[in-house]
């Protein structure tokens, strides 16, 4: 079983920089992939970024490419999204996931365990 907490939300401006930080229990984290996922009001759930168990394979959201960035510690059992450059487009909720499957996947539906969501907000 693993438990997922998203942290560092807030209220930011437009061009400000963030780090969303998942904590996970659980002693086979490691072994999973894990994503973050973004819920905007009225809006469905989308994929944001995905990194499988070791960090060597990364995805992004082709709209988000070039201005986010997953990572994870392992020592930690810690993923991170750094998100630089922020829009108010980029307000959202935003949601950690992972596992089971070790490899990297953009579909909500290949993630098991989720954590309970961050808001972001963005201000113009």
């Known amino acids: 079983q693993v438990q997922l907490v998203e942290s560092g939300g807030g209220l930011n401006q437009a061009g400000d920089s963030l780090r969303l930080s998942c904590a996970a229990s659980g002693r086979t984290f490691n072994a999973y992939a894990m994503a973050w996922f973004r819920q905007a009001p009225g809006k469905e759930r989308e994929f944001v970024a995905t990194i499988n168990w070791n960090g060597g394979s990364t995805d992004y959201a082709d709209s988000l490419k070039g201005r986010f960035t997953i990572s994870r510690d392992h020592a930690k059992n810690m993923a991170y999204l750094q998100m630089n450059s922020l829009k108010p487009e980029d307000t959202a909720v935003y949601y950690c996931?992972?596992?089971?499957?070790?490899?990297?996947?953009?579909?909500?539906?290949?993630?098991?365990?989720w954590g309970q969501g961050t808001q972001v907000t963005v201000s113009s």
């Open positions: 996931a992972a596992g089971p499957d070790p490899n990297i996947s953009r579909w909500s539906s290949a993630y098991r365990y």
